[in-house]
């Protein structure tokens, strides 16, 4: 596999059960991000992960944790979510910005989360 | 903090029209300027960037331009065809150094070309 892989690519989830979304990166870069992509929303950055050390939480409600283990792989662990957190969840990553390197970020193909 | 506004929300043009999608942001320190592509259900791809020190960009079809002092910049489509309908995406981010890429994102623009 190259790019950026996510997994599940569609999840169903009740209110209060435990889940996790899982990314992959196969490009050698040193930053992953989580966005949320709604309807007729602009892609909201949720967490940004450099060298594995968090960097930036856009305020992000507690019932969403993320894990960075090490600079391929990135969680989203999911806990007790609403309904109004159904949207898809766009994985990305970077590597940095410096020199004639625009920080260009390389999207997965997301995970489609229902929450009923 | 930066806050990027996108305009039109959908755009419709015909088959060899030209189209073109605008964009504000908010914060004068911000100095690269992305655009991506989402086609139905794929991922999102970048598919032109300019930086602040260049006025205006261009890859066969498309081109950017911006504007710092306005604080506009604009994505310009000519000669549209049917595979150039997707939503576009534009983006803004103030580069500090560091490893990471803080895009703020306009809304999108759904385009349809109709042949």
């Known amino acids: 596999e190259t790019g950026v892989t996510q997994t599940p690519r569609h999840l169903v989830m009740g209110m209060t059960n435990k889940k996790s979304l899982k990314c992959e990166q196969h490009?050698?870069?040193?930053?992953m991000y989580w966005y949320k992509q709604s309807a007729k929303k602009p892609l909201e950055l949720m967490f940004v992960?450099?060298?594995?050390?968090?960097?930036e939480n856009n305020s992000v409600p507690s019932r969403f944790s993320p894990e960075c283990p090490n600079s391929s792989h990135l969680f989203l662990h999911l806990h007790t979510l609403q309904p109004e957190d159904s949207a898809l969840y766009l994985c990305?990553?970077?590597?940095?910005?410096?020199?004639?390197?625009?920080?260009?970020?390389?999207f997965g193909e997301g995970s489609r989360l229902t929450v009923l | 903090g930066e806050n990027v506004e996108q305009h039109p929300s959908t755009l419709s043009v015909q088959e060899g029209d030209s189209a073109v999608i605008k964009c504000t942001y908010s914060?004068?320190?911000?100095?690269?300027f992305p655009w991506y592509k989402q086609e139905l259900g794929k991922r999102p791809q970048l598919i032109i960037d300019?930086?602040?020190?260049?006025g205006e960009k261009k890859d066969q079809r498309i081109a950017v331009t911006l504007n710092k002092t306005a604080k506009h910049f604009s994505l310009h489509i000519t000669e549209t065809q049917p595979e150039d309908s997707a939503v576009y995406f534009c983006?803004?981010?103030?580069?500090?150094?560091?490893?990471?890429?803080?895009?703020?994102f306009g809304t999108g623009t759904l385009l349809a070309v109709q042949p």
């Open positions: 490009l050698g870069h040193n930053a």
């Open positions: 990305a990553s970077s590597q940095d910005p410096s020199g004639a390197n625009t920080g260009e970020l390389f």
């Open positions: 983006a803004a981010s103030a580069h500090y150094g560091g490893a990471t890429n803080k895009l703020i």
């Open positions: 300019i930086r602040s020190n260049v």
């Open positions: 992960y450099s060298l594995e050390e968090r960097v």
């Open positions: 914060d004068s320190a911000s100095n690269y």
